[in-house]
């Protein structure tokens, strides 16, 4: 459990630290969303969406490697239906991300770290 950051805010990341069963929802094109049940791999790093508020129980997340589990959280038919599918994003238990997942920072962290690696390496 993440004792540091007890309160799941925007930008935070995370990275799970087992399967973790998610809820994913997909957005078209007409302001709709279809979600279905889904599996967070372990080992697979995710950012917090938007506050979250005391009130919530899930927390709207999308995974840092969006384009390459595309393929697994949503159906090739969805995905088919390019002219009218819009992306997706993960829906997950806050409890199940303070118990089953580390905390790693923030995006802002991140995007810092990543611009003083590429800056030292050219």
């Known amino acids: 459990m993440s004792v540091d950051h007890p309160e799941i805010k925007q930008g935070q990341r995370y990275r799970s630290l087992k399967d973790i069963p998610v809820l994913c929802l997909v957005s078209w094109e007409w302001a709709s969303?279809?979600?279905?049940?889904?599996?967070?791999?372990?080992?697979?790093?995710?950012?917090?969406?938007?506050?979250?508020?005391?009130?919530?129980?899930?927390?709207?997340?999308?995974?840092?490697?969006?384009?390459?589990?595309q393929s697994h959280f949503v159906p090739w038919i969805f995905r088919a239906l390019f002219w009218?599918?819009?992306?997706?994003?993960?829906?997950?238990?806050?409890?199940?991300?303070?118990?089953?997942?580390?905390?790693?920072?923030?995006?802002r962290e991140h995007r810092a770290d990543e611009a003083r690696s590429a800056a030292t390496t050219a």
Not at 84 to 99: A, D, F, K, N
Request: with cysteine; proline share 3%; hydrophobic share 30%.
């Open 33 to 69: 969303v279809t979600s279905h049940q889904a599996v967070l791999p372990a080992g697979e790093t995710f950012y917090i969406l938007n506050d979250t508020g005391g009130n919530m129980s899930i927390a709207h997340c999308m995974p840092e490697n969006h384009k390459k589990m």
């Open 84 to 107: 009218m599918y819009r992306g997706y994003y993960v829906s997950i238990q806050q409890q199940r991300i303070l118990r089953d997942c580390e905390y790693l920072g923030t995006t």
